[in-house]
């Protein structure tokens, strides 16, 4: 990073004028997209976890469903479970308790709920081994045993889900890209404006016998570092902001966790050095091709 | 050091310059003279390869300028100072700043560069206007600033287009002397100007060669001068 914005010696970069609309457009622009980028950020990673929870469930359990009248409900449970235990693919099965059952349906119904005295079906875990087992021979099977179980391997709705979430992380990463393309496009207009603007400065340093490599290395400088010092404030305010968002817990798991978590957090501190590269190539070539046009 | 050989310039459809020779050979002192829009400051921006000939050919320290690449000229203009009517400075750095310039570019910076830069401030008089913006100097202290900067590189030759154009007689009488120092001093001047009372002043004091542009040709000026 040092390399990008070190000057060859500390009088040089003063030969740029120290103020203009071009530069404070860089920071605010680096600001900006760095702001942003902690967003898509957050969002690739938050729908990542997402994807790979939900894959990585997908893959392992499963639930079987036994709604039938009270009188029936025991024996079809004892059937269910005489089933899996003969049925190829299953590592383990359990009845979830009364006091599971309250609790998946507590955020609808409140706490308190007199489950016992409701009839409420009877759910059963079902989690696969490596291997796997056959959804559809095992539902034969329930269908001629225990008539009101219905085995739900998740497939149906979590399928689309996953695929939903990995194409929202592709989505957050193709943003990051496109926020990086506009930080480069916005930065390259800038710096060819601040060298049009300072073709007097180009003319009086080549006057002297500067080669065109020091002029563009002093606007290269001074781009580099607005753009790495406004990609610091966007990339600390977005950071806090992503903080500050309610946790899965207060948000209901409605956001599933949006945000960074455990490593992740570092992943924004990148953001800035990035910033700097692009502004500094950006600059870089807008420099060159500026410089070849002034004679 | 630097050479013309049949050199000729055209500028929008018209030849400002026709079938131009001249060697400008170390230590020499010279004058260009000729009415305004005769290509005086043409003829020496042919002269630091800002220009290119469209005919004939400029021989910078034995390199001809076309093949040079821009770095290359870059280079040259290292050893060739230059003085300029409206100076050129960077108005937002101090006068010091300005007259370091050729320094800082070449990375010269260093050593005994500082001290240098003292005594050349002093030499040309502007030690109590050193921090200074170029803004704030008169006409003949900006001449004076920029003369030091054209020779802090102590280049071969100095070129130097009307230095006196913008300034009282007496300061023009001054810069002169300092021109006909840096000649003592082994370097080789070139001046243009329209001012034929600063050439005849120099001719009590140098051995000076007086060229003249007319007719978009470069001739020796006669004995008028």
């Given amino acids: ?295 | 050091m630097i050479e013309l050989e049949n050199v000729a310039y055209s500028y929008g459809g018209g030849e400002l310059l026709s079938d131009v020779s001249l060697k400008l050979s170390p230590g020499s002192f010279h004058f260009l003279t000729g009415p305004s829009g005769s290509g005086k400051t043409t003829f020496l921006r042919l002269c630091y390869g800002q220009l290119i000939a469209t005919a004939g050919q400029v021989r910078l320290f034995r390199k001809d300028v076309r093949e040079l690449s821009r770095d290359g000229v870059a280079g040259i203009r290292q050893r060739i100072g230059v003085v300029h009517q409206d100076c050129q400075f960077l108005d937002h750095m101090s006068v010091t700043e300005n007259i370091a310039l050729p320094l800082m570019v070449s990375g010269r910076g260093g050593g005994g560069a500082a001290e240098n830069l003292v005594d050349l401030i002093g030499w040309v008089g502007l030690t109590p206007r050193a921090n200074a913006l170029p803004a704030e100097l008169s006409g003949g202290e900006r001449q004076r600033a920029a003369l030091a900067r054209a020779v802090i590189m102590s280049p071969d030759i100095l070129l130097a287009d009307e230095p006196t154009g913008n300034i009282d007689w007496d300061m023009s009488l001054r810069l002169l002397k300092l021109l006909i120092e840096l000649n003592r001093m082994g370097k080789t001047v070139l001046i243009a100007t329209h001012d034929l009372n600063l050439i005849r002043a120099a001719k009590s004091e140098v051995a000076a060669r007086v060229l003249r542009i007319s007719n978009r040709r470069l001739q020796l000026a006669g004995s008028d001068l």
């Fill in chain 1, 1 to 295: 990073m040092s390399a990008l914005i070190a000057p060859r010696d500390k009088a040089s970069d003063r030969i740029v004028p120290p103020s203009g609309f071009t530069v404070l457009l860089t920071s605010f622009t680096a600001g900006a997209m760095a702001f942003l980028t902690v967003f898509a950020l957050a969002l690739s990673l938050a729908t990542g976890r997402l994807a790979d929870r939900w894959a990585s469930e997908l893959a392992q359990t499963s639930t079987i469903r036994i709604s039938a009248p009270a009188e029936q409900m025991d024996a079809q449970l004892r059937a269910v479970e005489r089933v899996l235990q003969t049925t190829p693919g299953i590592a383990s099965a359990r009845t979830l308790s009364e006091e599971e059952q309250r609790q998946l349906l507590e955020p609808w119904f409140g706490p308190d709920l007199p489950i016992e005295n409701l009839p409420v079906p009877k759910l059963v875990e079902v989690i696969e081994n490596s291997e796997g087992y056959d959804s559809e021979g095992l539902r034969q099977r329930l269908a001629a045993e225990a008539p009101g179980a219905i085995l739900d391997d998740h497939t149906r709705w979590r399928k689309p889900l996953v695929s939903a979430a990995d194409r929202l992380r592709m989505l957050g990463f193709v943003a990051i890209v496109l926020i990086a393309a506009s930080t480069a496009a916005m930065i390259t207009l800038a710096a060819q404006s601040a060298l049009a603007a300072n073709a007097q400065v180009i003319g009086v340093l080549r006057l002297v016998g500067a080669r065109d490599s020091y002029i563009a290395g002093a606007f290269v400088r001074r781009f580099t570092l607005r753009a790495f010092v406004g990609a610091v404030g966007g990339t600390v305010l977005g950071t806090l902001a992503v903080a500050l968002l309610p946790d899965s817990e207060v948000a209901g798991n409605f956001l599933t966790g949006l945000g960074f978590q455990g490593a992740h957090w570092i992943w924004p501190f990148a953001i800035p050095p990035l910033a700097a590269l692009v502004a500094h190539l950006a600059t870089r070539n807008a420099a060159r091709r500026t410089l070849r046009g002034i004679a």
